[in-house]
Nanobody, 113 residues
Framework: QVQLVESGGGLVQAGGSLRLSCAAS????????MDWYRQAPGKQRELVAA???????RYIDSVKGRFTISRDNAKNTVYLQMNSLKPEDAGFYYC???????WGKGTLVTVSS
């Protein structure tokens, strides 16, 4: 079955960086568009970054210039490089595959001010 497993979350000071990874299994990863969502306490889950199978990317305005989504099809992995982190970036980050609407269990990002 399809599995998405996130890793790389943790505690970081404001201005710091983290790189999240999402390892996929059970699917032909290279043909699938992938997303990263996040959910802060008390807030709705929001789409942070997306990448098509051909490499086209898009971001929410609040992370443009700071976050970068990328993928390594040989490793069946999608990444989210997060730089210049702000306290408002904190929350659970989830990997999502559009085809089939598959979700990972999330990884927690905490940003201290």
């Amino acid at each position: 079955q399809v599995q998405l497993v996130e890793s790389g979350g943790g505690l970081v000071q404001a201005g710091g960086s983290l790189r999240l990874s999402c390892a996929a299994s059970g699917i032909i990863f290279s043909v699938n568009a992938m997303d990263w969502y996040r959910q802060a306490p008390g807030k709705q889950r929001e789409l942070v970054a997306a990448m098509t199978s051909s490499g086209i990317t898009r971001y929410i305005d609040s992370v443009k210039g700071r976050f970068t989504i990328s993928r390594d099809n040989a490793k069946n992995t999608v990444y989210l490089q997060m730089n210049s982190l702000k306290p408002e970036d904190a929350g659970f980050y989830y990997c999502h595959m559009i085809w089939g609407d598959y979700w990972g269990k999330g990884t927690l990002v905490t940003v201290s001010s």
